[in-house]
């Protein structure tokens, strides 16, 4: 299977540093305004060496109540489709671009994504996935340092160094826009298909 290759991607390594100490040095993050706001810091959830993690926006009301990422409509839309990579929710890592809910579900913006950006290339070092799956602009803007919107990045993988990324639509939006969620389907088949044909001992 074809990989796109991304400039500039190729010196990273990862840390020794476990989940538990970046969650440790977040404590009670006041660094933009969404710590003011927030019901709870959602940091992420899963295996913490998981070959897939999947990267979100931010978190919904559900999520920022409970302290977990993906708990709620989008949760369990992701949980239905996670078959369709050959992956269940206890094999794979979920974390968002910003850890704290935006009120209103809006937007994040782009100093609170900076303030959370260290904390989320520290998550992704220390798990060393083989893959990451970008769910929405966001976090394919983030994760392939791009402008470029998720249905001009989709429905091909991208490799950034070590990791190849599969960008695709956010489960929620797929809530609103039912025609996405083949094309989410699809790409997850694809991860799905890049796994089994290069498995675990091969890959790393």
Known sequence: MSVMRIPGH?????????????????GNCQLCPLGATRTNLVFGVGNPH??????????????DLQGEPFVGAAGHKLDALLGCAGLTRDEIY?????KCRPPGNRNPKPEEIEACAPFLR????????????????????????TNAGVTSLRGRLHQTGHFVVCPTFHPAACIYHSEWQPLLEDDLRMVGAWLAEHPAEEAR
């Open 10 to 26: 190729e010196h990273q390594g990862p840390r020794e540093v476990s989940l538990q100490e970046i969650r440790d040095l977040m």
């Open 50 to 63: 998981a070959r897939v993690m999947f990267i979100g926006e931010g978190p919904g009301r559900n999520e």
């Open 94 to 98: 979920i974390a968002n671009v910003v």
């Open 122 to 145: 520290e998550q992704i070092r220390s798990i060393w996935p083989d893959v990451i799956v970008c769910l929405g602009n966001f976090a394919s803007q983030f994760v392939l340092r």
